[in-house]
Protein backbone atom coordinates (compact mmCIF):
# COMPACT_ATOMS: atom_id res chain seq x y z
CA UNK A 1 0.00 0.00 0.00
CA UNK A 2 2.36 2.50 0.72
CA UNK A 3 6.55 2.64 0.09
CA UNK A 4 8.38 0.65 2.38
CA UNK A 5 11.58 3.46 2.83
CA UNK A 6 8.29 5.69 3.54
CA UNK A 7 9.44 7.65 6.52
CA UNK A 8 7.47 7.51 9.42
CA UNK A 9 6.03 10.89 9.77
CA UNK A 10 5.05 11.05 6.25
CA UNK A 11 3.38 7.59 6.52
CA UNK A 12 1.23 9.19 9.42
CA UNK A 13 -0.16 11.38 7.29
CA UNK A 14 -0.79 9.49 4.79
CA UNK A 15 -2.83 6.67 6.82
CA UNK A 16 -4.61 9.97 8.35
CA UNK A 17 -5.82 11.81 4.91
CA UNK A 18 -6.51 7.89 3.46
CA UNK A 19 -8.50 6.65 6.59
CA UNK A 20 -9.94 9.42 8.72
CA UNK A 21 -10.35 12.00 6.16
CA UNK A 22 -13.54 12.63 4.04
CA UNK A 23 -13.31 11.58 0.64
CA UNK A 24 -16.23 12.73 -1.47
CA UNK A 25 -15.04 11.29 -4.56
CA UNK A 26 -14.15 7.46 -3.24
CA UNK A 27 -15.85 4.48 -4.21
CA UNK A 28 -15.49 2.63 -2.11
CA UNK A 29 -17.52 4.16 0.82
CA UNK A 30 -20.70 6.13 1.01
CA UNK A 31 -20.86 8.52 3.50
CA UNK A 32 -23.72 10.61 5.25
CA UNK A 33 -23.82 14.06 5.51
CA UNK A 34 -23.53 13.24 9.60
CA UNK A 35 -20.42 10.87 8.87
CA UNK A 36 -18.95 13.30 6.53
CA UNK A 37 -19.70 16.17 9.54
CA UNK A 38 -17.69 13.69 12.16
CA UNK A 39 -14.92 12.68 9.42
CA UNK A 40 -14.17 16.88 9.27
CA UNK A 41 -14.16 17.30 12.74
CA UNK A 42 -11.57 14.34 13.24
CA UNK A 43 -8.34 16.07 14.00
CA UNK A 44 -5.13 13.65 13.02
CA UNK A 45 -2.45 16.52 13.98
CA UNK A 46 -3.18 17.02 17.60
CA UNK A 47 0.05 16.29 19.11
CA UNK A 48 -0.57 14.42 22.48
CA UNK A 49 2.55 13.55 24.70
CA UNK A 50 4.96 10.73 23.14
CA UNK A 51 2.01 9.08 21.21
CA UNK A 52 2.38 9.34 17.61
CA UNK A 53 -0.92 9.12 16.00
CA UNK A 54 -3.94 9.98 17.68
CA UNK A 55 -7.66 10.71 16.09
CA UNK A 56 -9.89 12.65 18.36
CA UNK A 57 -13.77 14.58 17.76
CA UNK A 58 -13.09 18.66 18.77
CA UNK A 59 -16.12 20.58 19.34
CA UNK A 60 -16.72 24.31 21.06
CA UNK A 61 -19.14 22.40 23.04
CA UNK A 62 -16.65 20.09 24.58
CA UNK A 63 -15.04 20.39 27.61
CA UNK A 64 -12.17 17.74 26.44
CA UNK A 65 -11.84 16.54 22.85
CA UNK A 66 -13.42 12.53 22.18
CA UNK A 67 -10.65 10.65 21.48
CA UNK A 68 -11.32 7.58 18.87
CA UNK A 69 -7.77 6.01 18.73
CA UNK A 70 -3.82 6.01 19.95
CA UNK A 71 -1.77 4.68 18.02
CA UNK A 72 1.75 3.51 17.72
CA UNK A 73 3.46 4.09 13.76
CA UNK A 74 6.57 2.37 12.27
CA UNK A 75 8.02 2.61 9.10
CA UNK A 76 8.58 -0.12 7.19
CA UNK A 77 7.30 -3.48 7.74
CA UNK A 78 9.68 -5.25 9.93
CA UNK A 79 8.16 -4.29 13.03
CA UNK A 80 6.05 -7.07 15.14
CA UNK A 81 2.63 -5.73 15.90
CA UNK A 82 2.80 -6.70 19.15
CA UNK A 83 5.71 -5.29 20.14
CA UNK A 84 4.10 -1.64 18.62
CA UNK A 85 1.67 -2.24 21.49
CA UNK A 86 3.57 -2.94 24.16
CA UNK A 87 5.67 0.27 23.35
CA UNK A 88 2.44 2.34 23.12
CA UNK A 89 1.22 0.89 26.24
CA UNK A 90 4.85 1.75 27.96
CA UNK A 91 4.26 5.70 26.49
CA UNK A 92 1.09 5.53 27.95
CA UNK A 93 1.52 4.05 31.30
CA UNK A 94 4.62 6.23 31.74
CA UNK A 95 2.92 9.50 30.87
CA UNK A 96 -0.33 8.59 32.53
CA UNK A 97 -1.77 9.96 29.43
CA UNK A 98 -5.25 9.04 30.92
CA UNK A 99 -5.11 10.65 33.80
CA UNK A 100 -5.81 14.27 31.86
CA UNK A 101 -7.28 12.86 28.63
CA UNK A 102 -10.55 10.66 27.95
CA UNK A 103 -9.07 7.23 27.38
CA UNK A 104 -10.05 6.75 23.47
CA UNK A 105 -11.88 3.68 22.20
CA UNK A 106 -9.20 1.77 20.58
CA UNK A 107 -5.40 1.73 21.08
CA UNK A 108 -3.85 0.98 17.50
CA UNK A 109 -0.27 0.10 15.86
CA UNK A 110 0.59 0.13 11.96
CA UNK A 111 3.19 0.33 9.96
CA UNK A 112 3.27 0.91 5.73
CA UNK A 113 1.27 -2.58 5.16
CA UNK A 114 -1.06 -3.29 8.01
CA UNK A 115 -3.11 -1.67 11.08
CA UNK A 116 -4.35 -2.74 14.00
CA UNK A 117 -6.69 -2.34 16.98
CA UNK A 118 -7.67 -3.19 20.20
CA UNK A 119 -10.35 -1.34 22.42
CA UNK A 120 -8.91 0.36 25.20
CA UNK A 121 -11.02 -1.17 27.79
CA UNK A 122 -9.69 -4.80 27.07
CA UNK A 123 -6.06 -3.37 28.48
CA UNK A 124 -7.84 -2.16 31.74
CA UNK A 125 -5.94 -4.53 34.25
CA UNK A 126 -2.53 -3.98 32.49
CA UNK A 127 -2.93 -0.22 33.65
CA UNK A 128 -4.50 -0.51 36.78
CA UNK A 129 -1.62 -2.98 37.93
CA UNK A 130 0.29 -2.33 41.06
CA UNK A 131 4.15 -2.21 41.46
CA UNK A 132 4.82 -1.84 38.03
CA UNK A 133 7.80 0.32 36.62
CA UNK A 134 6.49 2.60 33.97
CA UNK A 135 9.83 4.47 34.15
CA UNK A 136 11.45 2.94 31.31
CA UNK A 137 12.55 3.65 27.67
CA UNK A 138 9.35 2.75 25.94
CA UNK A 139 11.49 2.38 22.78
CA UNK A 140 13.83 0.07 23.90
CA UNK A 141 12.59 -3.31 23.54
CA UNK A 142 14.97 -5.13 25.60
CA UNK A 143 14.40 -3.54 29.14
CA UNK A 144 12.83 -6.14 31.70
CA UNK A 145 9.75 -4.03 32.23
CA UNK A 146 9.10 -4.27 27.63
CA UNK A 147 9.87 -8.50 28.43
CA UNK A 148 7.29 -8.76 31.24
CA UNK A 149 4.67 -6.75 30.14
CA UNK A 150 4.84 -8.66 26.53
CA UNK A 151 4.76 -11.69 28.33
CA UNK A 152 1.73 -10.52 30.37
CA UNK A 153 -0.45 -8.92 27.13
CA UNK A 154 0.32 -11.20 24.66
CA UNK A 155 -1.49 -13.61 24.63
CA UNK A 156 -4.69 -10.77 25.29
CA UNK A 157 -3.19 -9.10 22.32
CA UNK A 158 -3.22 -10.99 19.81
CA UNK A 159 -6.45 -12.76 20.90
CA UNK A 160 -8.20 -9.03 20.70
CA UNK A 161 -6.76 -7.45 17.83
CA UNK A 162 -8.64 -6.30 14.81
CA UNK A 163 -5.88 -6.01 12.30
CA UNK A 164 -6.19 -4.95 8.44
CA UNK A 165 -4.15 -4.81 5.58
CA UNK A 166 -3.95 -1.75 3.93
CA UNK A 167 -3.72 -3.48 0.29
CA UNK A 168 -6.05 -6.39 0.94
CA UNK A 169 -8.77 -5.55 3.17
CA UNK A 170 -9.39 -1.81 2.02
CA UNK A 171 -12.81 -2.16 1.99
CA UNK A 172 -13.31 -3.79 5.21
CA UNK A 173 -11.07 -0.84 7.08
CA UNK A 174 -12.86 1.66 5.48
CA UNK A 175 -16.61 -0.13 6.56
CA UNK A 176 -15.03 -0.33 9.87
CA UNK A 177 -13.65 3.47 10.51
CA UNK A 178 -17.06 4.26 9.35
CA UNK A 179 -19.13 2.50 11.60
CA UNK A 180 -16.74 2.78 14.86
CA UNK A 181 -15.22 6.19 14.61
CA UNK A 182 -18.30 7.68 15.60
CA UNK A 183 -20.32 9.93 18.58
CA UNK A 184 -22.69 6.69 18.96
CA UNK A 185 -19.80 4.30 19.38
CA UNK A 186 -21.42 1.49 22.65
CA UNK A 187 -19.90 -1.52 21.18
CA UNK A 188 -17.15 -2.61 18.58
CA UNK A 189 -19.53 -2.86 15.19
CA UNK A 190 -17.48 -5.60 13.18
CA UNK A 191 -17.99 -6.33 9.32
CA UNK A 192 -21.18 -8.26 8.96
CA UNK A 193 -21.57 -10.61 6.32
CA UNK A 194 -24.50 -10.52 4.19
CA UNK A 195 -25.56 -12.49 0.63
CA UNK A 196 -23.69 -10.19 -1.30
CA UNK A 197 -20.19 -10.55 0.35
CA UNK A 198 -19.73 -14.23 2.08
CA UNK A 199 -18.18 -15.13 -1.55
CA UNK A 200 -15.75 -12.34 -1.17
CA UNK A 201 -14.95 -13.37 2.59
CA UNK A 202 -14.53 -16.88 2.08
CA UNK A 203 -12.04 -15.90 -0.73
CA UNK A 204 -10.07 -13.77 2.32
CA UNK A 205 -10.90 -16.98 5.13
CA UNK A 206 -9.44 -19.21 2.70
CA UNK A 207 -5.75 -17.60 2.48
CA UNK A 208 -6.09 -16.83 6.33
CA UNK A 209 -7.92 -19.88 7.70
CA UNK A 210 -8.11 -22.72 5.80
CA UNK A 211 -4.45 -23.30 6.03
CA UNK A 212 -4.25 -23.21 9.91
CA UNK A 213 -6.94 -26.21 9.97
CA UNK A 214 -4.77 -29.62 10.34
CA UNK A 215 -5.85 -31.18 7.01
CA UNK A 216 -4.29 -32.10 3.93
CA UNK A 217 -6.26 -30.44 1.67
CA UNK A 218 -4.77 -32.08 -1.51
CA UNK A 219 -6.26 -35.41 0.30
CA UNK A 220 -9.69 -34.06 1.53
CA UNK A 221 -10.33 -32.85 -1.83
CA UNK A 222 -9.94 -36.31 -3.62
CA UNK A 223 -12.38 -37.52 -0.55
CA UNK A 224 -15.12 -34.93 -1.15
CA UNK A 225 -13.91 -32.98 1.76
CA UNK A 226 -14.18 -29.52 0.73
CA UNK A 227 -13.00 -26.34 2.49
CA UNK A 228 -16.12 -24.33 1.56
CA UNK A 229 -18.19 -26.82 4.54
CA UNK A 230 -15.35 -25.94 7.36
CA UNK A 231 -16.14 -22.06 6.09
CA UNK A 232 -19.78 -22.81 6.40
CA UNK A 233 -19.06 -24.13 9.70
CA UNK A 234 -17.52 -20.73 11.20
CA UNK A 235 -19.94 -18.60 9.36
CA UNK A 236 -23.20 -20.14 11.02
CA UNK A 237 -21.83 -20.70 14.57
CA UNK A 238 -21.82 -18.03 17.64
CA UNK A 239 -19.37 -18.49 20.06
CA UNK A 240 -17.13 -20.83 18.05
CA UNK A 241 -19.90 -23.46 18.16
CA UNK A 242 -22.09 -23.82 14.92
CA UNK A 243 -25.96 -23.38 15.10
CA UNK A 244 -26.87 -26.26 12.79
CA UNK A 245 -25.07 -29.25 13.69
CA UNK A 246 -26.66 -31.20 11.04
CA UNK A 247 -24.27 -29.72 8.35
CA UNK A 248 -21.46 -31.33 7.07
CA UNK A 249 -18.77 -30.25 8.83
CA UNK A 250 -19.65 -28.46 12.40
CA UNK A 251 -17.18 -25.97 14.86
CA UNK A 252 -16.93 -27.40 18.11
CA UNK A 253 -14.88 -24.61 20.23
CA UNK A 254 -11.64 -25.50 19.42
CA UNK A 255 -11.80 -28.34 16.87
CA UNK A 256 -14.24 -29.69 13.99
CA UNK A 257 -16.11 -32.84 13.48
CA UNK A 258 -16.87 -33.70 9.99
CA UNK A 259 -17.95 -37.11 7.73
CA UNK A 260 -20.39 -38.40 10.75
CA UNK A 261 -20.82 -42.15 9.95
CA UNK A 262 -23.22 -44.42 11.72
CA UNK A 263 -21.58 -47.90 12.48
CA UNK A 264 -23.75 -51.35 11.95
CA UNK A 265 -23.96 -51.42 15.85
CA UNK A 266 -25.46 -47.98 15.63
CA UNK A 267 -22.97 -45.80 17.08
CA UNK A 268 -22.02 -42.58 15.45
CA UNK A 269 -18.27 -42.03 14.50
CA UNK A 270 -16.75 -38.86 13.11
CA UNK A 271 -13.50 -37.22 11.82
CA UNK A 272 -12.34 -34.41 13.52
CA UNK A 273 -9.75 -32.22 12.66
CA UNK A 274 -8.49 -29.17 14.82
CA UNK A 275 -5.78 -25.92 14.36
CA UNK A 276 -2.24 -26.20 14.03
CA UNK A 277 -1.40 -22.79 15.50
CA UNK A 278 -3.21 -22.83 18.92
CA UNK A 279 -6.10 -21.31 16.79
CA UNK A 280 -4.31 -17.62 16.06
CA UNK A 281 -5.04 -17.18 12.66
CA UNK A 282 -9.00 -18.28 13.40
CA UNK A 283 -9.53 -16.07 16.09
CA UNK A 284 -7.74 -13.27 14.24
CA UNK A 285 -10.37 -13.46 10.88
CA UNK A 286 -13.34 -13.63 13.05
CA UNK A 287 -12.21 -10.91 14.77
CA UNK A 288 -13.27 -9.05 12.23
CA UNK A 289 -16.40 -10.38 10.81
CA UNK A 290 -20.11 -10.58 12.89
CA UNK A 291 -20.95 -14.11 12.65
CA UNK A 292 -23.49 -15.87 12.02
CA UNK A 293 -25.12 -13.77 9.44
CA UNK A 294 -28.58 -12.04 10.21
CA UNK A 295 -30.99 -15.31 10.17
CA UNK A 296 -32.99 -13.68 6.96
CA UNK A 297 -29.50 -14.98 4.94
CA UNK A 298 -28.51 -18.33 6.03
CA UNK A 299 -31.00 -20.35 3.49
CA UNK A 300 -29.84 -18.23 0.99
CA UNK A 301 -26.05 -18.83 1.86
CA UNK A 302 -26.82 -22.64 2.01
CA UNK A 303 -28.52 -22.53 -1.28
CA UNK A 304 -25.38 -21.05 -2.76
CA UNK A 305 -22.63 -23.28 -1.49
CA UNK A 306 -22.30 -24.17 -4.84
CA UNK A 307 -20.41 -20.63 -5.50
CA UNK A 308 -17.95 -21.83 -2.90
CA UNK A 309 -17.18 -24.96 -4.78
CA UNK A 310 -14.43 -24.76 -7.00
CA UNK A 311 -15.73 -24.90 -10.87
CA UNK A 312 -13.96 -28.01 -11.78
CA UNK A 313 -15.75 -29.91 -8.73
CA UNK A 314 -18.87 -27.63 -10.04
CA UNK A 315 -18.74 -29.29 -13.33
CA UNK A 316 -17.69 -33.16 -12.96
CA UNK A 317 -20.65 -33.30 -9.84
CA UNK A 318 -23.10 -31.19 -11.77
CA UNK A 319 -23.13 -28.88 -8.84
CA UNK A 320 -25.58 -25.92 -10.28
CA UNK A 321 -27.83 -24.30 -8.19
CA UNK A 322 -31.84 -24.16 -9.75
CA UNK A 323 -33.28 -20.28 -9.25
CA UNK A 324 -36.25 -20.03 -8.08
CA UNK A 325 -37.50 -18.93 -11.83
CA UNK A 326 -36.77 -22.69 -12.44
CA UNK A 327 -38.20 -24.17 -9.54
CA UNK A 328 -41.48 -22.32 -10.22
CA UNK A 329 -41.45 -23.65 -14.09
CA UNK A 330 -40.82 -27.02 -12.96
CA UNK A 331 -44.14 -27.33 -11.03
CA UNK A 332 -46.00 -25.55 -13.84
CA UNK A 333 -44.70 -28.33 -15.93
CA UNK A 334 -45.37 -31.44 -13.50
CA UNK A 335 -49.03 -29.74 -13.17
CA UNK A 336 -49.87 -29.90 -16.63
CA UNK A 337 -48.13 -33.20 -17.02
CA UNK A 338 -49.62 -34.85 -14.44
CA UNK A 339 -53.24 -32.74 -13.25
CA UNK A 340 -53.15 -30.28 -10.11
CA UNK A 341 -53.32 -33.41 -7.81
CA UNK A 342 -50.18 -34.70 -8.58
CA UNK A 343 -48.06 -34.35 -5.19
CA UNK A 344 -50.77 -36.41 -3.66
CA UNK A 345 -51.04 -38.72 -6.61
CA UNK A 346 -47.45 -39.34 -7.41
CA UNK A 347 -43.96 -40.07 -5.75
CA UNK A 348 -41.62 -37.66 -6.42
CA UNK A 349 -38.05 -38.07 -6.35
CA UNK A 350 -35.13 -35.45 -7.17
CA UNK A 351 -32.18 -37.64 -7.62
CA UNK A 352 -29.72 -34.42 -8.09
CA UNK A 353 -31.28 -32.44 -4.84
CA UNK A 354 -28.65 -30.70 -3.98
CA UNK A 355 -29.97 -29.12 -1.40
CA UNK A 356 -33.63 -29.57 -1.95
CA UNK A 357 -34.62 -26.07 -3.69
CA UNK A 358 -36.48 -27.96 -6.15
CA UNK A 359 -38.36 -29.49 -3.60
CA UNK A 360 -38.88 -26.17 -1.31
CA UNK A 361 -43.23 -25.62 -0.60
CA UNK A 362 -43.93 -29.56 -2.04
CA UNK A 363 -46.06 -30.46 1.19
CA UNK A 364 -46.85 -34.54 0.94
CA UNK A 365 -43.73 -35.39 2.82
CA UNK A 366 -44.56 -38.91 2.78
CA UNK A 367 -44.34 -39.14 -1.26
CA UNK A 368 -41.21 -36.90 -1.53
CA UNK A 369 -37.41 -38.60 -1.42
CA UNK A 370 -34.28 -36.74 -2.40
CA UNK A 371 -30.86 -37.66 -3.21
CA UNK A 372 -27.95 -35.79 -3.90
CA UNK A 373 -23.97 -37.13 -4.83
CA UNK A 374 -22.27 -34.98 -1.62
CA UNK A 375 -22.98 -36.54 1.79
CA UNK A 376 -22.46 -32.58 2.75
CA UNK A 377 -25.68 -31.94 0.86
CA UNK A 378 -27.39 -34.70 2.95
CA UNK A 379 -26.83 -33.17 5.80
CA UNK A 380 -28.09 -29.95 4.75
CA UNK A 381 -31.31 -31.33 3.85
CA UNK A 382 -31.75 -32.87 7.13
CA UNK A 383 -31.21 -30.38 8.85
CA UNK A 384 -33.53 -28.02 6.63
CA UNK A 385 -36.01 -30.84 7.10
CA UNK A 386 -35.72 -30.81 11.05
CA UNK A 387 -36.75 -26.83 10.81
CA UNK A 388 -39.41 -27.52 8.64
CA UNK A 389 -37.69 -25.33 5.86
CA UNK A 390 -38.27 -28.58 3.50
CA UNK A 391 -40.94 -31.11 3.84
CA UNK A 392 -39.41 -34.13 4.25
CA UNK A 393 -38.71 -37.06 6.40
CA UNK A 394 -34.99 -37.68 7.15
CA UNK A 395 -35.30 -41.05 5.62
CA UNK A 396 -36.38 -40.26 2.56
CA UNK A 397 -32.92 -38.19 2.59
CA UNK A 398 -29.86 -40.24 1.04
CA UNK A 399 -26.83 -40.13 -1.11
CA UNK A 400 -27.15 -41.09 -3.84
CA UNK A 401 -25.01 -40.87 -7.71
CA UNK A 402 -27.70 -41.60 -9.83
CA UNK A 403 -24.64 -41.16 -13.22
CA UNK A 404 -23.39 -44.20 -11.88
CA UNK A 405 -25.11 -46.07 -8.97
CA UNK A 406 -27.32 -48.82 -9.53
CA UNK A 407 -30.98 -47.91 -9.07
CA UNK A 408 -32.38 -51.35 -8.80
CA UNK A 409 -31.27 -54.62 -7.01
CA UNK A 410 -29.57 -57.08 -9.91
CA UNK A 411 -31.17 -60.12 -10.41
CA UNK A 412 -29.53 -63.08 -8.71
CA UNK A 413 -28.10 -66.39 -10.54
CA UNK A 414 -31.71 -68.36 -9.04
CA UNK A 415 -33.69 -65.64 -10.77
CA UNK A 416 -31.47 -65.52 -13.94
CA UNK A 417 -31.57 -68.86 -14.66
CA UNK A 418 -35.58 -68.96 -14.30
CA UNK A 419 -36.04 -66.30 -16.07
CA UNK A 420 -37.36 -64.53 -13.05
CA UNK A 421 -37.42 -60.36 -13.27
CA UNK A 422 -35.26 -58.36 -10.39
CA UNK A 423 -36.49 -57.41 -7.03
Known amino acids: MYPLNLPEEELKHKVAADFFSPNPQSEIIKLDKEQKALLKSLDSTQILGQIDFCISY ?3 TLFQPINFLWAEAKKGNKSDIIESFIQLILTIGKEKTYENNLPPIFLGAFDCEKIAFIPYHELDSIFTQNDFNWNVPPSKHDTKEFKTLYALAKELLESKKLQFSFKS ?8 IQANFTLNNENIAKIPITKNNFTTIYQKWLTSVAPSIGIDWNLAK ?3 IL ?8 LLSSE ?3 LLDKLFVVLKQTHYEFNKTTTFMGTQQKDTASFNDNQKAHTAFWNLYERPPKEEYWSYIIDRRDLLVPSDIRERKGAFFTPQIWVGKARSYLEKALGENYQSEYYIWDLAAGTGNLLTNLTESHRLYASTLDKADVEIMQELSSENALHLLPKHIFQFDFLNDEFFDKPCDKHATNGGGGG
Not at 169 to 176: G, H, M, N, R, T
Not at 227 to 234: I, R
Open 58 to 60: NAK
Open 169 to 176: DYKELQSF
Open 222 to 224: NAG
Open 227 to 234: DADFYLAD
Open 240 to 242: NQS
